[in-house]
């Protein structure tokens, strides 16, 4: 006779659940497990008689709350389907004379061992040696009645022991994958790197299009693992690939300006769709600018817009960048030049040449290989260079040839200052990518004039 399974989630952050169905009831009780993050443990309870519920609620309950049970869920599918990085435990109140028990528990088994999720079974009056053999599946079986204060010691011992397990651990036992925790960790260096270094990068948020909804439990593990051995053949090692949550991964790519990382996305959307698995992916984009950001705020900045699955749009490429708060803009302003009295002087009469919506910060350097020796030049900014022609190591002409064949030339804005003014010399500079051109001696006024006639054009 068929029987249906009843499932109980114990979720202690009911807006972290992931309902599967209209049906589903994420109503839950909670369990005091609290990790090293703060974050309380998730306990899925399986039986097929809703009468023993009240039972491992009332030993498991901690704060009261409503309990809602929903009945509709059909045996194995839909209890492997549950059980995802998230779950914490999962309890089988059993009976021992069922017949399909030690199948039921062959195939969740695996869903939990992929996840190191331990698997407990509970049951009335278990003779030793179906004990035994239920040992053989689960991490634990309790022989009820049990006393509730020894079911949620040896609970909470299981659960703490694969909190401890999952702090050390930095690969995702199911993808490969390196998992949340060390993401975070990745995060933090990034970030501290960029403060240091003004070196870009680029994060990016990865799905499978309704991978969740069109494939059963082990079709979907699997297509899991081959979509992260795909990108992690697609990229460069110095990237960092790692499963977020247990819908999406995070992929992260130092030194990536966001049009290289669309471009990127864009083949790979394309030839993942064409390969074994047939599917296709989506993502978000985020290029970061400013150091101004916690790895939590990164994260919650890479969301994919709510009604993306009710639209059913696939393949999707959203750019996240220009979303980035910001208080203002901000021009950086360089004046290089070899005589340190003209540094000084412009460094002082351009100090206000920004306005209130514009914050100017300016750095002086004596020639163009102190300019390229500072990190401070790789912002994802707006800069003008203010430059003059002849200087000892690298010269004006020199720098300006480096900046338009090896930088964005849109970030750049160079203005030549020199006393070099024949017809010539103007053509030659302005032919190596030069926006403006002054000649020394010059007058104040005309040059701030000229500076925010380029600064209007940055915006």
Not at 423 to 449: T, W
Request: proline fraction near 4%.
């Amino acid at each position: 006779m068929r029987q249906v399974w009843t499932a109980l989630s114990f979720l202690l952050k009911p807006s972290t659940y992931n309902q599967q169905s209209e049906s589903v009831q994420s109503c839950c009780y909670k369990v005091g497990v609290v990790d090293q993050l703060g974050q309380r443990a998730q306990l899925l309870l399986v039986d097929k008689d809703s009468s023993s519920i009240d039972f491992f609620a009332s030993c498991l309950e901690n704060d009261k709350t409503m309990v809602k049970v929903d009945s509709s869920y059909q045996k194995v599918e839909i209890l492997k389907h549950l059980i995802d990085n998230q779950t914490d435990c999962v309890l089988i109140n059993v009976d021992s004379s069922d017949t399909e028990i030690v199948p039921l528990l062959t195939q969740i088994k695996e869903s939990c061992e992929n996840r190191s999720v331990p698997l407990l079974v509970a049951g009335t009056n278990i003779p030793f040696e179906t004990k035994l053999e239920l040992l053989l599946y689960a991490d634990d079986v309790f022989v009820l009645p049990i006393e509730p204060a020894e079911l949620v010691l040896r609970i909470q011992k299981l659960v703490d022991n694969r909190i401890k397990v999952r702090s050390q651990i930095l690969i995702d036992p199911l993808t490969g994958a390196y998992n949340d925790r060390f993401l975070i960790r990745e995060l933090e260096r990034h970030l501290n790197d960029f403060k240091r270094s003004h070196e870009p990068f680029t994060m990016i948020h990865m799905e499978i299009d309704d991978h969740h909804v069109t494939h059963p439990s082990e079709a979907r593990d699997a297509l899991l693992k081959g979509f992260v051995e795909y990108i992690q053949r697609s990229v460069r090692p110095m990237d960092v690939f790692c499963r977020y949550k247990d819908e999406g991964f995070i992929l992260i790519l130092p030194k990536t300006y966001k049009e290289d990382a669309i471009k990127l996305m864009n083949r790979l959307i394309g030839r993942f769709s064409q390969g074994e698995w047939k599917s296709t992916f989506s993502c978000v984009v985020l290029e970061f600018s400013e150091a101004i950001h916690s790895p939590e705020n990164c994260l919650k900045m890479m969301a994919f817009p709510e009604d993306r699955r009710e639209r059913q749009e696939k393949g999707l490429v959203i750019d996240r960048t220009e979303e980035q708060p910001s208080t203002h803009q901000k021009l950086l302003i360089a004046v290089i030049d070899d005589d340190r009295l003209i540094r000084e002087m412009l460094k002082d009469q351009l100090a206000d040449i920004g306005d209130e919506m514009v914050e100017v910060e300016i750095r002086s350097y004596s020639n163009g290989e102190e300019f390229f020796e500072d990190p401070w030049h790789r912002q994802n900014q707006r800069f003008l260079l203010i430059i003059d022609r002849v200087m000892p190591k690298m010269d004006g002409l020199e720098l300006l040839q480096k900046i338009r064949t090896e930088y964005d030339r849109k970030r750049y804005v160079c203005l030549m200052l020199t006393s070099r003014d024949s017809e010539s010399d103007i053509a030659l500079a302005i032919q190596k990518g030069a926006n403006d051109y002054v000649v020394k001696p010059f007058g104040l006024k005309e040059l701030r004039a000229r500076i925010r006639r380029l600064i209007r054009g940055t915006r």
